[in-house]
Nanobody, 114 residues
Framework: QVQLVDSGGGLVQPGGSLRLSCAASGEIFKINFINWYRQVPGKERELVATITRSGTTTYADSVRGRFTISRENAKNTVYLQMNSLKPEDTAVYYC????????WGQGTQVTVSS
């Protein structure tokens, strides 16, 4: 089993920054890659960014150049640095770990508003 704890969300003004954290525990050696997703009420979850075991990263077109996914192996934590935030980035953000099974964090609310 793998446990994921999302944190770091909050209220920020347009143009501001936030850093989300996804702390993993348990059988993390089984994880092949970790994603960040986001969801707005009434819409499907949207894939935002991915980091693989080898460190390869990919991004949705809507966030490329503004968001950065990274990891700190010593802390078993994946981060999502979000800069130049826009109101349309408002959503609940979830991390997801993919291995033999799929695991989700509980989500953290990000609100971008003046």
């Amino acid at each position: 089993q793998v446990q994921l704890v999302d944190s770091g969300g909050g209220l920020v003004q347009p143009g501001g920054s936030l850093r989300l954290s996804c702390a993993a525990s348990g059988e993390i050696f089984k994880i092949n890659f970790i994603n960040w997703y986001r969801q707005v009420p009434g819409k499907e979850r949207e894939l935002v960014a991915t980091i693989t075991r080898s460190g390869t990263t990919t991004y949705a077109d809507s966030v490329r150049g503004r968001f950065t996914i990274s990891r700190e192996n010593a802390k078993n934590t994946v981060y999502l640095q979000m800069n130049s935030l826009k109101p349309e980035d408002t959503a609940v953000y979830y991390c997801r770990a993919v291995g033999p099974k799929i695991y989700w964090g509980q989500g953290t609310q990000v609100t971008v508003s003046s």
